[in-house]
């Protein structure tokens, strides 16, 4: 069965420094990862994902993320966090079923103080 | 272009009483997702459909819990009786309905059972 392990769930970082949130998974299917933002009383948004091909994934507002197959790790990044990246961070993974519905870890909440 | 669509944003009800979620995809998607997010739980799968029709609803929590999607345009989930542990945010969310794709999420309903 798969499965989303977001090992931090809460994550304090100063404004203009790098931070890494931690996603691990686990799958027996092929392996088709999201990380997906949620701001304050928003919905999600997607931020990347990796479906296959080059295991550097860049996405939107200078986010990053690798996939690693022997590590079964797909970390999310940003060299340079700014206030407005204060949200919370969800890891997930496709689900059974041909349609994808998504596994979500429990989230990661990124704040950023200046 | 609209995103999705859902309403209400808020609801407020007692125990007992019936509440009904209102959805409407992305125009051209062919899936769609109800998801639940509490504190406790995280986000959850409760159901979702493939051109109207509902493929996997092993998420729905009891027969309390019931969707429908008579066209591809709107889609309803209903609980009836509510509970107050049916207290959560509930997001709709649509995609193109092939492996990998991504999916766009609505606002969110949050409803309150007292």
């Known amino acids: 069965a798969q499965s989303v392990t977001q090992l931090d769930s809460q994550v304090p970082v100063f404004e203009e420094a790098p931070v890494e949130l931690r996603c691990n998974y686990s799958?027996?299917?092929?392996?088709?990862l999201f990380w997906y933002v949620q701001y304050p009383n928003q919905g999600l948004q997607l931020l990347l994902k990796y479906l296959s091909g080059s295991t550097l994934v860049k996405g939107i507002n200078g986010f990053e993320a690798e996939f690693n197959k022997s590590q079964t790790s797909f970390h999310l990044r940003k060299p340079s966090v700014h206030i407005s990246d204060t949200a919370e961070y969800f890891c997930a993974v496709i689900g059974g079923g041909s349609q994808g519905n998504l596994i979500f870890g429990k989230g990661t909440k990124l704040s950023v103080k200046p | 272009d609209a995103g999705v669509i859902q309403s209400p944003r808020h609801e407020v009800t007692e125990m007992g009483q019936e509440v009904t979620l209102r959805c409407k995809p992305i125009?051209?998607?062919?899936?769609l997702f109800w998801y639940r997010q509490t504190m406790m739980r995280g986000l959850e799968l409760l159901i979702y459909?493939?051109?109207?029709?509902?493929?996997?609803d092993s998420g729905m929590p009891e027969d309390r819990f019931s969707a429908k999607m008579p066209n591809a345009s709107f889609s309803t989930l209903k609980i009836q009786p509510s509970e107050p542990r049916d207290s959560a945010v509930y997001f709709c969310?649509?995609?193109?309905?092939?492996?990998?794709?991504?999916?766009?999420f609505g606002p969110g309903t949050r409803l309150t059972v007292l």
């Open positions: 969310a649509s995609s193109f309905g092939q492996l990998g794709d991504t999916q766009y």
């Open positions: 459909f493939n051109n109207n029709v509902p493929i996997d």
């Open positions: 125009s051209g998607h062919n899936s």
């Open positions: 799958s027996s299917v092929s392996v088709y």
